[in-house]
């Protein structure tokens, strides 16, 4: 079997049985992540002296016939916001261009404890700010079933290097979907996990009140892999949630049983592409053919959840990016006054979205209108937090399910000139992260878009969401779905 087709759990069979050693994969790895770059722009450093060392160490572990740890060998993308001290952290800005963090975040640590091979710091949005993976510094990322259209954001780099076969398992940070709107995108499975299940230390912090670091990967096989090694209770965070952590895997085939799924009737929106509503449809029929009963839910805000989601985390991002002065660390601009080093400083380190968002935040926040848009914002949250609660509690739904995205893959440039567009994208992916609950994208179907020679499958996502720390639950439906369909297992040719 080709090592870069395969998922974690074989690869670190292969590497045990001594099919294959860990630095051979390491290096099929690095390489495919090096003949892609040029055409996928997914990666802003691949760690080839970080992902040797480690691999040596696995194999040293196999000679020596000591038992390995779960992820043992396995190559892993971590997104460039999340701290490395191999590489740079960029968070896809030039303010950030040169910086090296002197320590590693937590996830990074559980992904190293458990053996993962850290192959690359991938792209994204700068700051985590984009829906599209073209608000990057360095450049723009490629969806890689069709180069000519975006991965989703702002985990692009990911999320198109985990579609594209570099590895199996990659971490994202999902703010408002950006891990649930690139898997849809790239045809994965993303994980948004409840927050705190997974520790924010180490994340350079866009929105505090709704990041959250997640898996990516092929298959809810290895998502629930992932999610299991990178969750647990950091005592350097202060919103890590002090509960056990479960074997994600345990369960994952037992299926749910008697399943209710819940379909909001804003799912059904006249703004869904063709593929999007068909995909819906017949998911549902898939569900009820497994037994499943679906009921209607009502999540009445859909709409207005976008507007608030967008006071909300534009807010923070003024807080968390104030830091960004040019005095600490980072860019720093030539000045003749304090206030001339700092205009310059962030004007020549921060895009033009990250400062349209500033810009919203701070103004949200400002006297005379914080009331009137801040803390309207909030109120909306408590009822965005409330509607799933009825659907969950008075509805009895074990699962809510919906796309994820309007509409597959878009034209990359199509949607840069209007921010408003681009933010409808995230239309069905806010919801979620305001209440703080968990959610699940996976592989739906396919789109067929283009002609002649341009034409092109893209993957179609839905997303299954859950109430709070129900992860287990929403993977083990993703499961059953995927145990009668075969989207989950088609592939970019690139």
Known sequence: MDPLSASATQIRQMIASGERSAEEIARLSLDRARALQPVLNAFVDILDDEALEQARRIDARVHGGETLARLAGVPVLVKDNICVEAGRTTCGSRFLESYRSPFAASVVERLRSAGAVIIAKTNMDEFGMGSSGEHSAFGPTCNPWDTGRVPGGSSSGTAAGVAAGVAPIGLGTDTGGSIRQPASLCGLVGVRPTYGRVSRWGLVAFASSLDQIGPFARTSEDAALALSVISGHDPRDSTSAQIETPNFMTDLERGVEPLVIGVPRQAHSHSNHSSVALALDTAVEVFEGLGARIVEVDLASTDHAIAAYYLVATAEASSNLARFDGVRFGRRGEGATLDELYERSRGEGFGEEVQRRIMLGTHALSAGYADQYY???????????????????????????????????????????????????????????????????????????????????????????????????????VRMFERVTEHHARRPEI
């Not at 199509?414 to 806010?430: F, G, R």
Request: proline share 8%; charged share 25%.
């Open 375 to 477: 803390a309207t914002a909030l109120k909306a949250r408590r009822v965005v937090k409330e509607e799933y609660e009825r659907a969950f509690v008075d509805r009895g739904a074990h699962a809510i399910l919906m796309p994820t995205a309007p509409e597959p893959a878009f034209e990359l440039g199509t949607k840069t000139d209007d921010p408003l567009s681009m933010y409808l994208e995230d239309v069905y992916t806010v919801g979620p992260a305001l209440a703080g609950l968990p959610a699940v994208s996976f592989q739906g179907g396919f789109a067929s878009v283009g002609e002649g020679d341009r034409e092109r499958a893209l993957p179609v996502g839905l997303q299954v969401i859950g109430p709070a720390l129900g992860e287990g639950q929403l993977l083990r439906v």
